[in-house]
Every structure is written in structure tokens, then in C-alpha cells.
């Protein structure tokens, strides 16, 4: 199948959830929460892909580049791209449930591997969703990131013992699900964590800690503080809180503090390898994907997958050819204008 085919599948699977528009920008979805869409007015989600469109890059073919490196070190594995699948649950009620949740996760795993790289797993309050990617992680070796919802300390703590059990690469929790009032209508309240909760986490492990949801410096420097491995820079895709800015917009100060002393990851509205190249021009390490990945998966499981990053890294490597940028690790943002 090629991609033209996978969205076809998808837009059957996925209907009336997600319309699998030409451009997924959160606009005709806005609101869709359960769904596909960004929370209240849909401007999170929007602000994302426009933080992105507002930054242009500079065409430059004068240069030495002749085969660009894609490959990306996260801890102690090589990946084939700088870009990784973000953590989605819900197949249920966000997706329609044409695909059910295990298998959801075991094609994210599977799909991100045969492509070079590391799939990510979500929470949530029923226990088959954080189990279905721990079994996937498990099923593949340990090549998985599961992350956790801000749930009670204790709730946490076993839930990262899962993690270490199933081999994983890393663990972390979203903290920006603090307020998420689903989870506290079915008896499993989340909520903030003090710097001093967070750290209690990250000392239960031996596994990297990785902070995902985080907005602002202030916060990306006590998540260093408190000795976390990673940050998201992140707005969960926009479906948490109305009227944020747009990830791109506050990744440069973020980056711009941090690099270095810890791996700063982004995601929100990264829709190709133009988008993924300007993330890392604007700081970034490396990026997570979202939405797109679900369409993949619907369209045709593992293989819809390997083929949805297999392009992504075609035309990252072509951005990067025609910018002059050698290797994914050094970009510079003086290849963006804007
Ligand atoms: C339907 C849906 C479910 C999600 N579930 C989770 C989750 O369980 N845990 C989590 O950390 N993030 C979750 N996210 C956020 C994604 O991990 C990611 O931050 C976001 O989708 C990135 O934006 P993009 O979809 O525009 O690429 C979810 C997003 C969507 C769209």
C-alpha cells in the first residue's frame, strides 16, 4: 500500500473520530476532545502547526553535504531518525475503536522498530491501556517508552516497577495530565507534583526519567533540577489546557538554557521531515509525532507505520541536503528565517 492507500483505509476506520484531513491542523476537529481534536476552541492544537508555518528555511546548495545523518543517539540506542512515536491512548473513545487498544500499542511498538525507532506508550484510567503498551514493550524486547499519567506516588512507582520489569528503554510520566477530570470521574485522581514528589520518582528508578508536558523555562529547569534524563517540550497536542502558545514558540528559550544537560525532545504539530528539521533548528534533539501515527496504524497496522517514518525520513534527509545541514545532531538555526 502506498501512503495515499494507508489514508484511504484510515478515514474508514477512523471515521467520524478523525477526517484524516489533506493537512492535519486541528481545525475542522477543534473541540474534539474525546476525539482527535484540541481541547476548547482547538487553539493549542492550531498554535502548534502555526508556530511551525511561521519559521521558513533557507534554501542553500553551495555547500559540502552530499549524504546527510539522519541517525540519533536516545541514551543507549541508535535510531534511524531523529523522530519517534508519541504516546496515544484511548482507541475507544478518542479513535472509535476499530483497532483495540493491545493492538494499538503492539503496531506502534513493531512499526517504530522496523523503521530504526522507539515507539512510546500511554496511561489511563482503564489499566488496559497502560498494560497493552507494557506488554507490546515486553513482547519486543524491552524497545519502548511508557509513560505515566501524574497519578498518585504510589500508583506511579508501581507502575514505573512495570516498566523496569518489561526492560524498557526509559519511563517517564506526562505531568501536563494533571487535570485531566476524566481520570479523577473514575476514581484515579491526578493532580500538579511539587519538585519534591517528582524527584521521589525519578530516585525509584534506575531507568532514565523523562518529564513530558513541560511549557515554560522555569519548569524545564527544575525538571532538570529535580534530575530528570528528558524533557517533552510539549502541550499534549494541545488537548489540555485552551489558548497556550504553540511548542515552537517556547522551545529557543527552553534549548537555549538546557542544551546539554539534558535531552530535550518536542512535540505538537509535526506533520513532515521540513517540520521535524525546523525543531531541531529551534532546539530540539529530537521529536515525537501523534496524530499521524494513528492514521498510519489504521491504515495498515505495523507496515502503514514503517512506511509513514520511512518517508518522514526521506524528506528530512532531502531538507537536509538542501539547507546544508551534514547531520541531525549539529543544526543550525541560522538555516531557519522567520
Ligand atoms: C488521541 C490522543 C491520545 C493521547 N494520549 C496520550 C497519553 O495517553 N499520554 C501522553 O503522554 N500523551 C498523550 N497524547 C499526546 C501525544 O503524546 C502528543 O503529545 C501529541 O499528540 C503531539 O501532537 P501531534 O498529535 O500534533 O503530533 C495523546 C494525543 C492524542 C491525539
Known sequence: MNWQEVKKVAKEKLKPYCRVCPVCNGVVCAGEVPGMGGVGTGSSFKANIEALNRYKLNLSTIHEVRQPDTTFKLFNETLSIPVMAAPITGST???????????????VISGSLMAGTIGWTGDGADPLMYGSGIEAIKKNNGKGIPIIKPRAQDEIIRRIKLAEEAGAIAVGVDIDGAGLITMALKGQ????????????????????????????????????????KAIVVSNHGGRILDHTPGVAEVLPEIADSLKGKLTI???????????????????????LIGRPVVVAVFGNGREGLKLYFNNIKNELSQTMLLTGVSSVMNVPRDILRG
Not at 268 to 273: A, D, F, I, K, N
Not at 280 to 285: M, N, S, V, Y
Open 189 to 228: 485522581p491526578v493532580s500538579p507534583k511539587s519538585p519534591k514528589e517528582l524527584e521521589e520518582l525519578v530516585k525509584s528508578t534506575s531507568l532514565p526519567f523523562i518529564l513530558k508536558g513541560i511549557m515554560t523555562l522555569r519548569e524545564a529547569k527544575i525538571a532538570y533540577e529535580i534530575g530528570a
Open 93 to 107: 473513545y478518542n479513535m472509535g475503536g476499530a483497532i483495540t487498544e493491545e493492538v494499538y500499542c503492539e503496531e
Open 265 to 287: 525532545i518536542a512535540d505538537g504539530g509535526v506533520r513532515s521531515g521540513v517540520d521535524v528539521l525546523k525543531m531541531l533548528a529551534l532546539g530540539a534533539e529530537a521529536v
